[in-house]
T-cell receptor, first 111, second 113 residues
Framework: QKEVEQDPGPLSVPEGAIVSLNCTYSNSAFQYFMWYRQYSRKGPDLLMYTYSSGNKEDGRFTAQVDKSSKYISLFIRDSQPSDSATYLCAPRNFGNEKLTFGTGTRLTIIP | KAGVTQTPRYLIKTRGQQVTLSCSPISGHRSVSWYQQTPGQGLQFLFEYFSETQRNKGNFPGRFSGRQFSNSRSEMNVSTLELGDSALYLC????????????FGPGTRLTVT
């Protein structure tokens, strides 16, 4: 079993829809939960991160972590065609630079 | 502020050859990590360097090595290339080892024939 599992998709939704992207993980030592967005032929860009359990909102994006069930979510409201990309979850331990990535979910927003 | 730069952007090599990839971190960043990205395995951690020392290593064979210079620039080397080494190699920098923000470069696309 991989440390981080993520549905690879692809996921296609109409513009304006709410998108839900999810990951599960097995390592209970993970404390920071990062979300990266990767456009085609580019390196990943840090979208947002949360520490421990709870929610964090940044504009149209909300990251949610439930450490009790080892479940990570990213919600995108009012989705736009420019949101079309691969989204990668990447938890990590404190003091450890290593990021453990999920396989990424390829998202397409249809105008 | 300039981002992470990686050279070369594209590379084609033959099995058995060796290759060196270069990464220049964001100015002021002292930690550099390397990742391999393939369609089958996704993004996998190779190693991390801080203050010219390897601090962490992923599960890759010894053919994969790296180093960091005093100006924080880093190189990674792959010897005796195999077809399975074809991948996008990504470098990420962060200010310190406990910085949770890692910034990635555009990657070097390596094709082994």
């Amino acid at each position: 079993q991989k440390e981080v599992e993520q549905d690879p998709g692809p996921l296609s939704v109409p513009e304006g829809a709410i998108v839900s992207l999810n990951c599960t993980y097995s390592n209970s030592a993970f404390q920071y939960f990062m979300w990266y967005r990767q456009y085609s032929r580019k390196g990943p860009d840090l979208l947002m991160y949360t520490y421990s359990s709870g929610n964090k909102e940044d504009g149209r994006f909300t990251a949610q972590v439930d450490k009790s069930s080892k479940y990570i979510s990213l919600f995108i409201r009012d989705s736009q065609p420019s949101d079309s990309a691969t989204y990668l979850c990447a938890p990590r331990n404190f003091g450890n630079e290593k990021l453990t990535f999920g396989t990424g979910t390829r998202l397409t927003i249809i105008p | 502020k300039a981002g992470v730069t990686q050279t070369p952007r594209y590379l084609i090599k033959t099995r058995g050859q060796q290759v060196t990839l270069s990464c220049s971190p964001i100015s002021g960043h002292r930690s550099v990590s390397w990742y391999q990205q393939t369609p089958g395995q996704g993004l996998q951690f190779l190693f991390e360097y801080f203050s010219e020392t390897q601090r962490n290593k992923g599960n890759f064979p010894g053919r994969f090595s790296g180093r960091q210079f005093s100006n924080s620039r880093s190189e990674m080397n792959v010897s005796t290339l195999e077809l399975g080494d074809s991948a996008l190699y990504l470098c990420a920098s962060s200010r310190d080892r406990d910085s949770y923000e890692q910034y990635f470069g555009p990657g070097t696309r390596l094709t082994v024939t």
